[in-house]
């Protein structure tokens, strides 16, 4: 039997995560988990902006080797995404045109509730990587916050330790990011400032190891090393496949049994 891992709440003077066994992470430790990082990053908003990696100004240093839940809660935008997991349907076939303009409500999906750290953290790199990756008309947000007051960004699809489905969590845009953009502004500049800096300081490695606080063995978190193109957005698009093959191949039979219920 796998082990699973929960996320309590310690608030003290660390204020940190701990690990527990068991995978359940409601929406309510989730909101305690963002609000953990803003208070955070407004203490601690000088000292933060004197973390930047030199060789790239927007990725933070460590100050040290992280345990996995401050990895989580600190380096990555894991608090900011909602996941979820779809059914392989949505994945394959025809009829892509009318999956990528079904409202979020109208998908089949379920919220990921019980998952390993190491997955989370899989899963938060590989969407940070995403969102990197696609670009909206700077003109068309603007329009739309015009007209409705906010810019609601896509979902997205992919598949990656499980087919997973995320949307970024209601969040204010970074204007300074905007007016400074060009024609497009990726997803990733539109709503975040730093960048991980786990995938700088493990680049030479598809995995790398973790460890709990409380010295409970914890697996590996993975990075995708398969090529991202970059997707450009033209107009009102609700969901975005990433990734999507033209054909089922026969090891999807497989890869449907291990992961259609693996996160519930």
């Not at 697996?219 to 975005?240: E, R, W």
Request: net charge neutral; charged share 25%.
């Amino acid at each position: 039997m796998r082990a699973l891992y929960k996320f309590g709440f310690l608030f003290g003077a660390s204020s940190i995560l701990y690990c527990a066994q068991d995978g359940f992470l409601s929406e309510e430790k989730v909101q305690e988990l963002r609000n953990l990082k803003l208070e955070k990053e407004a203490r601690n908003l000088e000292s933060l902006k004197q973390m930047f990696n030199e060789e790239n100004k927007r990725i933070l240093k460590y100050t040290k080797d992280p345990s996995a839940q401050k990895m989580l809660a600190y380096y990555t935008i894991y608090p900011d995404l909602q996941f979820y997991q779809f059914k392989s349907s949505y994945f394959y076939g025809s009829g892509e045109e009318k999956i990528i303009n079904l409202d979020p409500e109208q998908i089949v999906k379920s919220p990921i509730t019980k998952a390993q750290i190491n997955e989370r953290i899989t899963h938060a790199l590989e969407a940070e990587r995403i969102l990197n990756n696609i670009f909206v008309p700077v003109e068309f947000v603007l329009d739309e916050i015009k007209q409705k007051g906010k810019y609601t960004p896509p979902g997205i699809f992919f598949k990656f330790y499980g087919y997973i489905y995320f949307q970024i969590r209601d969040k204010p845009i970074i204007k300074e990011n905007l007016i400074n953009s060009g024609q497009y502004i990726s997803l990733f500049d539109l709503y975040f400032n730093y960048n991980n800096p786990i995938q700088y300081y493990h680049r030479e490695y598809t995995e790398f190891p973790l460890y709990c606080e409380e010295k409970d063995w914890i697996p590996n978190a993975y990075f995708n090393q398969s090529l991202l193109p970059k997707i450009y957005l033209k107009g009102a698009v609700k969901n975005v496949m990433v990734g999507r093959p033209a054909s089922r191949t026969p090891d999807e039979s497989t890869y449907d049994a291990v992961w259609a219920d693996h996160y519930n």
